[in-house]
């Protein structure tokens, strides 16, 4: 069982950009690309893609990026499972603020 699941990442997405005037456009429109790498939402299924896409957005300091690409890790979807890089990126989301990181560190320990 997934301890993360993206399906939901298009509600978070609207929700975090509409919360917020300093999340970027270009950011965004990665997040969106991930998401249907991700989920095979017009275009064939591809955690590797979606990974390289997240990591982009998360390496430009985006939180919501950070956590997912955490998720990743933790899945081991698109890379071999990694609980240290998982734990790496998912407490840079949560020390910016993000909830939904904050919560999963406290379910991880």
């Not at 990665?30 to 979606?50: E, F, S, W």
Request: hydrophobic share 45%; with cysteine.
């Amino acid at each position: 069982m997934k301890l993360l699941s993206i399906r939901m990442m298009g509600l978070l997405l609207v929700s975090s950009a509409a919360g917020s005037q300093d999340v970027r456009a270009d950011v965004i429109a990665d997040l969106r690309t991930c998401v249907k790498y991700y989920n095979g939402d017009g275009v064939p299924q591809d955690y590797v893609a979606a990974l390289g896409w997240f990591r982009k957005a998360a390496d430009q300091g985006d939180a919501l990026a950070q956590h997912w690409t955490g998720g990743m890790y933790l899945n081991g979807d698109g890379v071999t499972q990694n609980y240290t890089e998982a734990m790496k990126w998912i407490r840079k989301a949560a020390d910016q603020g993000l909830q939904e990181a904050k919560g999963l560190l406290l379910r991880l320990k």
